[in-house]
């Protein structure tokens, strides 16, 4: 007996369809991702119910989902043998929609089609989304472990109502066809459903299967890579099998610096794998470069590059961040005011923070490689990224006067551990360049009293001491910048003592510098004896509220 009833949706079904079929209308093709991944659902539960229940096998025992078209019927099939569903699961779960922040969602309606359809991106939009290329849907399912005869058939046009029908399905579990709208042939296509299958769904763990095509096709093929390399676990998989994974990633010939692969559990559960690059890309600097993060939702792609899951100054950390709790349909907007989200991020963010420093303290020359690529970018973090700015202070190196060459390698710790009896502060300068760092006039009596500089001299650089103010309890204190006072440090020994000159009064300065005031004019703010010179007679300097003379020029450079 067919038991054939009509049905009728809820009233909240119909308006549901419509606001889909108008927000999804210019991303069609993610009705595939949808279906393939309650296909890949569908299976998962089947697998954790045979754990106790082996009759549900049916002699079927290969999981797989597949995907085929039918040129003249137009119609596009998604079959799985997964769990299938019974009559009453059927008007349930399809019929209705009654899954949780449904409700919720039509209260945030606001009648604005514009932002409506926005917000559905907060809510999976799953099986309807067919209905966006279908103007109508049969879906033909049986539960694992219910006799053939127990199969269910659901049709609709995706308007009003529903026909349910009881039907013999011999095999377990669901095929959703969809019979396209007269202007959606671009989908009787291998190669095109092919595309999209690779697109979205390559990592569903699932095999996805399709009738091979060319001239000695014969059965069926498999078009997913299946490996989901970022679910298995650590102890499963060797450095190689890390370094394989990163190539496919990203396409790079050379393998990966460093890599950190973390499955988070909790109340937010996702896996994060991610690398650090050996090279910068070539447009590292360029702002809309996509960031090289991934996001993936239960095995299933759905954007690249989102600047939501890493901050700007490690744009160029690249891998997987693999959400369990994300809607599918995610939008870039929900991204930024999502707490999952943020979440995700702060832990990416310290867990990238994490490699770096064992990088910096366990294999120095790999750090050294990272820092030439990779500094300037990092250095960003200490004006983008307050919370974690005293694990970036540690990462940073320096050039320094301590050293022979230009090389950047001098950390702040090596810095502190340096510092001369009665030094307080961590003295630096910022310049144009090293050399003119490294030649200024301000440096003489750092050099008489044997006290270390740090030599700055990249554009991104005036954030030091703007931002960063201090470093395990030292002050940074430009040299550029106001008064400095190194009374309390002992001059080196072995600088030869400067011949005892005849003292000028008290009322000579001051003569002298009242003629220098009028000389200047309105050139500088004001004239001030120093006692940090040692063989020229004067300098420039600049007061200690004032902006930094190098973000002075970069400023100008971009006309502020
Ligand atoms: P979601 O997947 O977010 O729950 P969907 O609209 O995609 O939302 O699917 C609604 C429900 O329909 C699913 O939760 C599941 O119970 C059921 N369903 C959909 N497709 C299948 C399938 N292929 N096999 C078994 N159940 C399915
Ligand atoms: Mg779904």
Not at 161 to 185: A, C, F
Not at 284 to 289: F, G, I, S, T, V
Not at 450 to 456: H, N
Request: contains cysteine; proline residues 4%.
């Amino acid at each position: 007996e067919a038991h054939r009833e009509t049905m009728g949706f809820q009233a909240e079904v119909k308006k549901l369809l419509d606001l889909m079929i108008h927000s999804l209308y210019s991303n069609k093709e993610i009705f595939l991702r949808e279906l393939i991944s309650n296909a890949s659902d569908a299976i998962d539960h089947l697998r954790f119910a045979m754990l106790s229940d082996a009759g549900l096998h049916e002699d079927d025992a290969e999981l797989h989902i597949r995907v085929s078209y039918d040129k003249e019927a137009r119609t596009v099939t998604i079959s799985d043998n997964g769990i299938g569903m019974t009559r009453d699961e059927v008007v349930e779960n399809i019929g209705t929609i009654a899954k949780s922040g449904t409700n919720e969602f039509f209260q945030s309606l606001t009648g604005d089609q514009q932002k409506d359809a926005s917000l559905i991106g907060q809510f999976g939009v799953g099986f309807y989304s067919s209905f966006v290329v279908a103007d109508r849907v049969t879906l033909v399912t049986r539960k694992a472990g219910e006799p053939s005869d127990q199969g269910v058939r659901w049709e609709s046009e995706g308007h009003g109502e529903y026909v349910l029908e009881t039907i013999d399905k011999p095999g377990r579990g669901t095929d959703v066809i969809l019979h396209l709208r007269p202007d959606e042939d671009e989908f009787l296509d291998g190669y095109r459903l092919r595309e999209i299958v690779k697109k979205y769904s390559d990592h569903i763990t699932v095999p996805i299967l399709m009738p091979a095509e060319g001239e000695e096709a014969q059965g069926d093929e498999r078009i997913n890579r299946a490996s989901a390399l970022w679910t298995r676990s650590r102890s499963d998989l060797t450095a190689e099998d890390y370094n394989e994974f990163y190539k496919h990633l990203t396409l790079d010939v050379d393998e990966p610096l460093a890599y950190v692969h973390s499955r988070m559990e909790g109340t937010h559960e996702y896996i994060l794998l991610l690398y650090i690059p050996e090279h910068a890309p070539f447009d590292l600097w360029n702002r809309e470069r996509r960031h090289g993060i991934k996001l993936y939702v239960r095995r299933v792609f759905i954007m690249d590059g989102s600047e939501q899951l890493m901050p700007s100054y490690l744009r160029f950390v690249r891998g997987v961040v693999d959400s369990n709790d994300l809607p599918l349909n995610v939008s870039r907007e929900i991204l930024q005011q999502n707490r999952l989200v943020d979440n995700m991020r702060s832990s990416a963010v310290k867990k990238v923070l994490g490699v770096l420093n064992d990088l910096s303290t366990k294999e120095p020359e790999k750090y050294a490689t990272f820092w030439k690529e990779f500094g300037r970018t990092l250095k960003e973090g200490l004006a983008e990224d307050h919370a974690n700015q005293e694990t970036l202070a540690k990462l940073l190196r320096f050039a320094s006067t301590q050293n022979a060459g230009d090389e950047q390698n001098v950390s702040l710790e090596d810095y502190i551990g340096r510092m001369k009896p009665g030094q307080e502060k961590i003295f630096f300068i910022t310049a144009d360049s090293y050399a003119a760092a490294k030649d200024s006039p301000l440096l003489e009596i750092f050099k008489k009293k044997g006290v270390e500089v740090l030599l700055l001299s990249d554009p991104v650089d005036y954030l030091f001491g703007t931002e960063l103010h201090e470093f395990n309890g030292k002050p940074l204190q430009s040299v550029v910048k106001g008064a400095i006072d190194l009374s309390k440090v002992e001059d080196e020994p072995g600088t030869e003592k400067q011949q005892e000159e005849p003292q000028p009064s008290a009322n000579e300065i001051d003569a002298l510098i009242e003629r220098l005031k009028k000389a200047l004019g309105e050139q500088v703010a004001d004239v001030r004896v120093t006692t940090r010179l040692t063989t020229s007679p004067a300098c420039l300097v600049v007061g200690e509220y004032d902006i930094d003379p190098s973000l002075q020029r970069i400023l100008k450079a971009v006309g502020q």
